[in-house]
């Protein structure tokens, strides 16, 4: 009889172990945060709000078994750096422990035909910001670099041009990989993607200057690809 309430005790323990080490682990899965910082192309200008980049990479992570909570998004149409460091500080977001920090900004600092040198600037101080959301951390940081909507409808019909536009939104890009670089944060470059819009005009929304649910959805690839990679390296 001892023997077997022996036995059957060691089950009990077993299960329980077995109970609190699968909870562990889904408590652990559902510890991942993003934030996402940034202007129209983080908000999702045109598309819903399952079509947004942010949103679509965290559902690529979660089919592979990492579980992120709902992105939280501090972005809008037309903002520039400084207006995102405003909106920034208003919002007064505290990040919890585990979050990954998205950063896409410096298209409207482009279209207002501003100094590259200020944006340098501004950039730098909203890439600190993000590394101080990520606890330091600097594998939990991307920098997605500025599409170049020259090659859109919209930008087609712009006086500037699509060669010219094309010429300044590299002039930008070499910018925030410069400054992504000093401070060893992950850089995805998806403005080829955004070229490709002449061949596949399907990669544009509606409204004929912001990306497609489509273009959002390679974007998307290649963060959750990358953060993947970061979680996994753990």
């Known amino acids: 009889f001892n023997r077997m309430r022996f036995i059957f ?50 559902e690529l992570l979660k089919k592979g078994g990492i579980v992120f ?10 903002w520039t750096t400084d ?18 920090v998205t950063l896409l900004i410096g298209v409207n600092n482009q279209y207002r035909n501003r100094d590259t040198e200020n944006y340098r600037k501004e950039f730098v101080e ?17 920098v997605l670099s500025i599409p170049d909507w020259g090659m859109t409808p919209f930008g087609t019909n712009d006086s500037r041009g699509p060669a010219a536009i094309g010429q300044a939104i590299d002039m930008y890009n070499a910018i925030n990989r410069q400054e992504a670089t000093k401070t060893h944060v992950n850089y995805i470059d998806i403005t080829p993607i955004s070229r490709q819009v002449k061949e596949h005009p399907e990669l544009v929304a509606g409204d004929g200057l912001h990306p497609s649910g489509k273009m959002y959805a390679q974007w998307a690839e290649l963060l959750a690809a990358k953060m993947k990679d970061v979680i996994g390296a753990k």
């Open 9 to 58: 005790f060691k089950a009990i323990l077993f299960a329980t172990g077995l109970f609190l080490t699968t909870s562990f682990m889904m408590i652990r899965e559902k510890s991942y945060h993003l934030l996402c910082l940034g202007d129209s192309y983080t908000i999702g200008e045109s598309v819903s709000e399952q079509e947004r980049f942010p949103m679509q990479a965290v």
């Open 126 to 142: 909203l890439l600190h910001t993000a590394l101080q959301y990520a606890g330091g951390k600097s594998s939990h940081v991307f």
């Open 69 to 78: 909570d709902k992105p939280v998004i501090i972005a809008k149409t037309g």
């Open 83 to 100: 207006e995102l460091a405003t909106a920034i500080k208003e919002a007064n977001y505290t990040a919890p422990p585990g979050t990954y």
